[in-house]
């Protein structure tokens, strides 16, 4: 006689196989986090509206960014914040004095609005007062302040629209800093523009450009970012890090305290390094080894070794392994990563509870900041059936545990659109592997 079948159980699993979700939190005191439904939270300080949320005050626990929806990259700047829909657009809140927006006047908004003419964007970049767009045909487009040149079009005129960069093609990144902008070419070079009072343009001198630069002694880059504070950083396909500009606290990570480096130097003790933030004062390294390593100035613990000694080279963050995104305050001095699991972690100052935890003040160690956008088991119930998914959102693998008089079940993943992408036959505790799953939302069936 055949079994009878149980009615079809459907769960809800949220996979994403490079994370649960993108956080940013290079704001002054202001975060963000982009959700996997394509939504955008943010919290943290709120006067000019850069949490988005359709007011003014400031929130210690994270907020719902006004009318935002099939969000892929998010990027905060000092006060404000930029987004990239699925359709190619940019959207922006926040401070518009010097028309950061880009939405055609220099009227602050504490909603979204979006950037003018500007269609095709791969990749944004908020500086402190100024935002950087990518497009994929290669070329570059800024707007906002343009104080020594940072928009590099060949002036020092604001502009409230996006302009072109003067001469940059082929360009596969980009980083919007406090003062200066970074551009990384197909192959491999690194181009800078902007103030260069400390060497942060990295050609050899210290004068300010209004048109790129290229960066002298490097080839074979592969990550760059640009510190609120006059200084640089790249990280070179061997995986070793090299900065230059501004160095009084150490920031370079190369164990010396001097004035400046008007080219790069190699931070020291840095191997395997797979991506890195530069803060106002301070610098973070992720590890192919998911371990952290921080230097710079550590005033309000921004170090996270439960000091508040400065360090001129790189030193391991203690008791924080298990990282897949980092994260850093521009214009002040904190720090956050987000962990394969999901969970958030932060340390340093959190004066305007940009921690997202609901708490405010300062760590010298990290703390468990908040999971934001996690359901960490997923259960759904009908009658006597239990069907217990976890991780949710998922990574590498989910665990299934079925509560139902039945040894043997068949569990189907299943796509948005209908489409069977992977059907197994597990136990009652079962364990399935999501090798080669495309980040996206998907259903369990189960029978």
């Keep these: 006689m055949k ?5 079809l159980l459907i769960g809800l699993l949220i996979f994403n196989q490079c994370a649960f979700a993108q956080i940013n939190s290079g704001g002054g005191f202001h975060a963000l986090q982009l959700c996997n439904d394509g939504t955008v939270k943010a919290w943290g300080r709120n006067a ?8 003014y005050v400031d929130s210690s626990v994270p ?51 979006q950037v003018n003419n500007l269609t095709g964007i791969v990749a944004i970049s908020a500086g402190a007062v100024h935002s950087l767009a990518l497009k994929s045909d290669g070329t570059v487009w800024a707007w906002g302040s343009n104080a020594n040149g940072r928009l590099g079009i060949g002036t020092t005129v604001d502009s409230n629209y996006p302009v072109q960069v003067t001469g940059l093609t082929n360009v596969k990144a980009i980083s919007g800093a406090g003062s200066h902008s970074l551009a990384l070419k197909n192959d491999s070079t690194v181009w800078t523009w902007g103030h260069n009072n400390y060497g942060q343009l990295g050609n050899g001198n210290n004068t300010t450009s209004l048109i790129p630069v290229q960066t002298i002694g490097l080839s074979e880059i592969v990550a760059i970012d640009g510190s609120n504070r006059y200084s640089s950083v790249a990280i070179a396909s061997d995986s070793t890090v ?31 390094v797979v991506a890195v933030e530069l803060g106002e004062y301070h610098a973070m390294a992720l590890k192919s080894d998911s371990t ?4 710079r100035r550590n005033d309000f613990g921004q ?28 214009m002040y001095s904190y720090s956050q990563v987000v962990k394969y699991d999901g969970t958030i972690w932060s340390w340093g100052s959190n004066f ?29 119930n009908s009658g006597d059936n239990v069907f217990v998914i976890s991780p949710n959102p998922a990574t590498n693998f989910i665990d299934i545990k079925i509560n139902y008089p039945k040894n043997k079940h068949v569990v189907q993943i299943i796509g948005m659109d ?18 080669n799953f495309a980040s996206g939302v998907y259903l369990l069936k189960l029978s």
């Design 3 to 7: 079994s009878l079948l149980k009615p």
């Design 48 to 55: 000019n509206g850069q949490l988005g949320n359709g007011t």
């Design 63 to 113: 907020v719902q960014v006004y009318n935002m929806s099939n969000v892929t990259a998010i990027s905060s700047g000092g006060l404000h914040s930029l987004a990239i829909k699925s359709d190619s657009t940019v959207w922006a809140w926040g401070m518009n004095t010097s028309g950061q927006l880009g939405n055609g006047n220099n009227n602050t908004s504490n909603f979204p609005v």
């Design 242 to 272: 090299w900065s230059w500009g501004y160095n009084e606290y150490g920031q370079l990570g190369n164990g010396l305290f001097s004035t400046a480096s008007y080219s790069p130097v190699q931070a020291i003790g840095l191997t395997n």
């Design 292 to 295: 952290i390593w921080t230097w």
């Design 303 to 330: 170090l996270g070794h439960g000091t508040a000694a400065d360090s001129s080279y790189p030193t391991q963050v203690a008791n924080l392994n298990g990282i897949e995104k980092i994260a850093h305050g521009m």
């Design 352 to 380: 305007y509870g940009n921690f997202g935890n609901g708490t405010t003040g300062f760590n010298n160690t990290p703390i468990n900041a908040t999971i934001l956008c996690n359901v960490t088991n997923l259960t759904q």
């Design 418 to 435: 209908g489409a069977l992408q992977k059907e197994v036959v597990v136990d009652k505790t079962d364990r399935i592997q999501l090798d």
